[in-house]
C-alpha cells in the first residue's frame, strides 16, 4: 500500500505529456496523481471534489486558456498550488503565472525529476524556477 501525502492534477491538451509525467510522480512513495485530464470543465469539477495539493498545468494549451483555469483553480481551493509547464519562456507568461501566486514556471524540457522536485517544493511552501525562467 502506498503512503500519499501529497495529492496531484495534471492537466494538458497534450496525452504524452500527462502520461509520462504521471507515471514518475506516482512512482514517488509520497504521491498520487488524482486526476490526469485533458480537458478543463472535467478536471475543474474533479478538482471541486478533490483535495488537490498541487496542479500542474499546460501553459500552452491549445485554447491559450490556462491562467483563466488556474484562476479558477484558486476560486475552488485556496490549497491548491500552481506550477506551469511551458513549451516557450517568455515574459507574458512569467507574468501571468506570477500574479495566480504560482509555485513553479518549469520549461518542459525540464526532466521529470525537476518536476518531482518542483511538486515537492510546492508543498514545502518553495518555488522551482526553470533556469529561462531566473534569467528573465
Same mark, same amino acid.
Given at each position: ?7 496531484? @492534477?495534471?492537466?494538458s491538451?497534450? #496525452?504524452v505529456?500527462?502520461? %509520462? ?14 486526476? %490526469? *485530464? /485533458?480537458?478543463?470543465?472535467? @478536471?475543474?469539477?474533479?478538482?471541486s471534489? *478533490?483535495?488537490?495539493?498541487? #496542479?500542474?498545468?499546460?501553459?500552452d494549451? /491549445? /485554447? !491559450?486558456q ?11 481551493s485556496? $490549497?491548491? $498550488?500552481?506550477?506551469?509547464?511551458? !513549451? ?8 501571468q %503565472? ?8 518549469? %520549461? $518542459?524540457?525540464?526532466?521529470?525529476? @525537476?518536476?518531482?522536485? #518542483? ?11 526553470? #533556469?529561462?525562467?531566473?534569467?528573465w
Open positions: 500500500m502506498k503512503l500519499c501525502d501529497i495529492r496531484i @492534477a495534471v492537466i491538451d497534450r #496525452a505529456l500527462p502520461e %509520462a509525467i504521471e507515471d514518475r510522480l506516482n512512482s514517488q512513495s509520497e504521491m498520487t496523481v488524482e486526476i %490526469a *485530464s /485533458s480537458r478543463s470543465g472535467v @478536471a475543474l469539477q474533479q478538482i471534489n *478533490s483535495d488537490i495539493d498541487v #496542479a500542474i498545468l499546460d501553459a494549451r /491549445s /485554447s !491559450g490556462a491562467f483563466e483555469f488556474a484562476s479558477q483553480i484558486g476560486e475552488l485556496k $490549497k491548491t $498550488k500552481l506550477i506551469f509547464l511551458a !513549451g516557450t519562456i517568455a515574459v507574458p507568461l512569467i507574468r %503565472a506570477l500574479r495566480l501566486n504560482t509555485c513553479g514556471i518549469l %520549461a $518542459k524540457t525540464e526532466s521529470t525529476a @525537476a518536476i518531482v522536485d #518542483a511538486v515537492r517544493g510546492a508543498v514545502g511552501g518553495r518555488t522551482s524556477f526553470s #533556469a529561462e525562467v531566473q534569467r
